[in-house]
């Protein structure tokens, strides 16, 4: 079984943050310069939240207020859901079905590791299903004897 470890050793552990203080037009600048969808929002390595483009769209529409006139704590989600880097994948999927959220911070004890996504989870579980077919179908044929 693939942990979340195994995915973010082969997708990379980049995580991009901002800090609370700085505007969320600002931050959807940074979101679009790196194609991403969530940022973790810190305060030196202190995670204080995550600000997803949802929270941006929903949060300062909602408010009557602007982007450029609203900071990013005004509208972060400061109770984040994580995952340790040793769980399963499918529980992964579970979490992020049963919450509906698209983005996932990644712990291994206190030490932010990562950021997943959906899409993150979904392409590596078709790459893991994909492996298993192919072995299945190597076992089947009688390939390698």
Known sequence: ???????????????????????VFE??????????????????????????????????????????????????TDKVIYVEASQPLEECMALMIDKNIRHLPVFDDKELLGLISVRDVLREMVDVQQFLISQLEHYITGGGR
């Open 27 to 76: 931050a959807l600048k940074l979101m679009a310069q790196h194609n991403t969808g969530a940022l973790m929002v810190v305060n030196g390595k202190k995670v204080e939240g995550i600000l997803s483009e949802r929270d941006c769209v929903r949060k300062v529409e909602l408010m009557g207020k602007t982007a450029k006139g609203t900071t990013v704590g005004e509208v972060m």
């Open 1 to 23: 079984m693939s942990t979340v470890r195994d995915m973010i050793r082969n997708k990379g552990s980049e995580v991009f943050s901002i800090t609370a203080d700085v505007t």
